[in-house]
């Protein structure tokens, strides 16, 4: 299955201020996903991420708030800008696969918004 | 719309006890498919099985196993002879038909307590 390295791993940031979160694939895929994980909380999907055009967000999300770009079929970012507490989550970039793999995750990072 | 229900918030076991976490799911689509994760404290997110809509062949994976049926819209998993490293939240997810594109809609999660 494909292995996905997330940085960072985790960041206190000052509020007001903007996080860039990177997920690099060791294979190529079409789509990337984004998810929120709020502290004691399920999974949101926040957008998915094709080569080539423009992220899909969920309703409740805006590119203005998270800007994700997909230069190539292995790398993406998530930015989270603007922080404030309520952003303090952990976010976990996706890739799905065929076969009996389902998705594989990022390691996560866990951001805390002071 | 997919929905995921995991209706068991938070579950304590004794070590050495058996235990089934339920999982409930809604689905127009004919062709899905139905996955459990654990994610320990640490947070990261680990693929525990994958089953697709056509496949209600029960599975066993060492302590582990599903069991699926599809005419209650159950897929639920068992850990048997639980160990205090079992402890994580657990969750069961659903996807459409083509994982390569598709989203994973997550259920709230379960978060299993064993203790020694």
């Known amino acids: 299955s494909a292995v996905i390295s997330q940085k960072p791993s985790r960041d206190i940031c000052q509020r007001g201020t903007s996080l860039t979160i990177q997920c690099q694939v060791d294979s190529q895929v079409t789509m990337m996903f984004w998810y929120r994980q709020q502290p004691g909380q399920s999974l949101t999907l926040i957008a998915t991420a094709n080569q080539g055009s423009e992220a899909t967000y969920e309703s409740g999300f805006v590119i203005d708030k998270f800007p994700i770009s997909r230069p190539n079929l292995t790398f993406s970012t998530l930015t989270v800008s603007n922080m404030s507490p309520e952003d303090s989550s952990i976010y976990l970039c996706?890739?799905?696969?065929?076969?009996?793999?389902?998705?594989?995750f990022g390691s996560g990072t866990r951001l805390t918004v002071v | 719309a997919q929905k995921v229900t995991q209706a068991q918030t938070e579950i304590s076991v004794v070590e050495k006890e058996d235990v089934t976490l339920d999982c409930v799911y809604e689905t127009r689509d004919t062709t899905y498919y139905l996955f459990w994760y654990k994610q320990p404290p640490s947070g990261e997110l680990v693929f525990l099985i994958r089953r697709n809509s056509f496949d209600e062949q029960n599975e066993i994976s060492g302590r582990y196993s599903w069991n699926f049926q599809k005419s209650t819209s159950s897929f639920n998993f068992t850990i048997t002879a639980s160990q205090v490293v079992d402890s994580a939240v657990y969750f069961c997810?659903?996807?459409?038909?083509?994982?390569?594109?598709?989203?994973?809609?997550f259920g709230d999660g379960t978060t299993l307590t064993v203790k020694p």
């Open positions: 997810a659903l996807s459409g038909p083509n994982t390569n594109a598709g989203k994973s809609t």
């Open positions: 996706s890739v799905g696969q065929g076969g009996n793999y389902g998705y594989t």
